[in-house]
């Protein structure tokens, strides 16, 4: 009888001793993310200003998830798992995640190029893959981005290092290359001058480098040209609506016509055109 009461509490104590194991597991899981999201913040804080801001961003992540893999090994232990053991089984793991996740890993790695390489940083605006927006962040998967129209891109970073991308934000100046055309019958010089004036006239224009004249084409309709005006990056839109905005006013002002498409047809070189009547039945 006595012998039963003895073995009846020892299998009380290791179930008890259990309880505690695990409430003391459990608090070292809770006390051990919150002390690594504590880190981890005081740790961006602390880069914020010595470091670009996704690399302050990935430095963040990183001391968080390795804190968090310490607070996962300690809780374990309390658990009673041996550390080797969940090495080796985590090696076997890593191996086994690494033959069945190829395209992961070559984004890892093409997610490390991108880091090194900085073609762009959060903020820029960029191209790639016909899609243009907001980087919002820089992964070591993917790249995030916002499009004008408020929409969620993700774009993985192997398609980014194989893919022509265009950063429209990393010089401080932009310029603006309009597609003009006048009639055969304007004079060039003439509009070249209102075109350089009205540009002149426009507060967002930069005086240097200076505007850009070019006479494209003998078109089938017009004389076609371009103007090419330099701004300022964050005033891109606004100059370029505002000189559209000006230069047609301009032009109406100095009579100089803007032709639509149309086609005059000639009986010969030296003869007028044939006269076209519409009558109605």
Not at 174 to 181: E, S
Not at 231 to 246: G, V
Request: proline share 4%; charged share 20%; aromatic share 8%.
């Amino acid at each position: 009888m006595s012998d039963w009461f003895a073995g009846s509490s020892i299998e009380g104590l290791i179930g008890i001793e259990r309880v505690f194991a695990v409430l003391r597991a459990l608090a070292v899981l809770v006390v051990g993310m919150l002390l690594a999201r504590l880190a981890a913040a005081a740790m961006g804080r602390v880069l914020e200003g010595r470091l670009r801001r996704q690399e302050a961003i990935l430095v963040r992540r990183f001391t968080f998830y390795a804190l968090f893999g310490l607070v996962v090994a300690t809780t374990l232990h309390q658990l009673g798992f041996h550390l080797g053991v969940l090495l080796g089984a985590a090696g076997v793991l890593t191996v086994a995640l690494g033959f069945a996740s190829q395209t992961s890993a070559s984004n890892l790695i093409s997610g490390l190029f991108l880091i090194a390489e900085r073609p762009f940083v959060i903020g820029d605006v960029i191209t790639v893959d016909a899609v243009t927006g907001e980087v919002l962040s820089i992964d070591l998967l993917s790249v995030k981005l916002r499009t004008f129209d408020n929409l969620y891109v993700r774009v993985p970073n192997e398609s980014i290092i194989k893919s022509r991308v265009t950063n429209m934000t990393h010089f401080p100046i932009r310029r603006a290359d309009l597609k003009i055309g006048v009639a055969y019958r304007e004079d060039l010089a003439r509009v070249e001058e209102i075109l350089y004036e009205v540009a002149d006239l426009n507060p967002l224009c930069l005086d240097e480098p200076k505007p850009l004249f070019i006479i494209s084409a003998f078109g089938d309709s017009a004389l076609e040209m371009q103007f090419s005006v330099w701004t300022k990056r964050e005033n891109f839109l606004e100059m370029r609506n505002s000189l559209w905005r000006d230069i047609k006013v301009a032009f109406d002002a100095a009579g100089v016509e803007i032709p639509f498409p149309h086609v005059s047809v000639y009986a010969g070189s030296q003869t007028e055109p044939i006269p076209v009547r519409v009558t109605h039945s």
